[in-house]
């Protein structure tokens, strides 16, 4: 289940199930959104990116979805590993300004 | 694939002196560096954004006197964290940009004793 911790929110699967993550990000005029996974005492690594003109996007075992309306994210990963295990963050940019992170989600995978 | 270089990865220093953390793009001419700083169980928070040969641009609350970013080639930039006190410590990334879209360094994990 999904919980919120002490300032990022927690999602739990079991191994093999389906990972969503969501991200509501904030700037209308972004233009191209990135998915990143952070492990501990890591730099962020890059998943899958998204521009502005669709609506879905897929990589190997992960999909992007886009919903400009609502201005949400979400990132879907199939059949999750322990491996998966990391935070996650979605990333707005507009135009050449600087990536602007989300606050983040802690997936945690059940073996 | 694009690769920035991150020095040092952990860092232990005394209150009052200075720490300098280099990011070094391998592959690619980082055009522009942007220097983020991220406290335990939060989001990556930007600090400032460097062009080549330019003055870096801070965010709003970052000390430019305290944090200096030098720029000064396609390939190297640095933060130095001056007279470091203990609520400085923090985890530091660069993220380079050129040609190859964003890059990230592996991070630099400050402690200020």
């Known amino acids: 289940g999904e919980s919120v911790g002490l300032h990022l929110p927690t999602l739990s699967v079991q191994e093999g199930d389906n990972s969503i993550i969501n991200c509501a990000y904030s700037n209308s005029a972004s233009d191209y959104f990135i998915w990143y996974k952070q492990e501990s005492g890591k730099g962020p690594q890059f998943i899958i990116d998204?521009?502005?003109?669709?609506d879905k996007r897929q990589g190997q075992r992960v999909t992007v979805l886009l919903n400009k309306t609502v201005k949400h994210l979400s990132l879907q990963i199939a059949a999750t590993q322990p491996g998966d295990s990391a935070v996650y963050f979605c990333?707005?940019?507009?135009?050449?300004?600087?990536?602007?992170f989300g606050k983040g989600t802690r997936l945690s995978v059940i073996a | 694939g694009a690769v920035v270089s991150q020095h040092p990865s952990r860092v232990i220093c005394k209150s009052g002196t200075s720490v300098k953390i280099e990011c070094r793009s391998l592959d690619f001419q980082a055009t522009t560096m942007f220097w983020y700083r991220q406290f335990p169980k939060q989001s990556l928070m930007l600090m400032a954004t460097?062009?080549?040969?330019?003055?870096?641009?801070?965010e709003q609350g970052v000390e430019k006197d305290k944090f200096l970013i030098n720029h000064a080639s396609l390939t190297l930039s640095t933060l130095t964290v001056t007279s470091a006190h203990p609520e400085d410590s923090s985890f530091y990334i660069c993220s380079g940009t050129g040609s190859v879209g964003y890059t990230f360094g592996s991070g630099t994990r400050l402690t200020v004793v």
């Open positions: 998204i521009r502005s003109n669709m």
């Open positions: 990333a707005e940019v507009s135009g050449n300004t600087p990536l602007v």
């Open positions: 460097s062009n080549e040969g330019s003055k870096a641009t801070y």
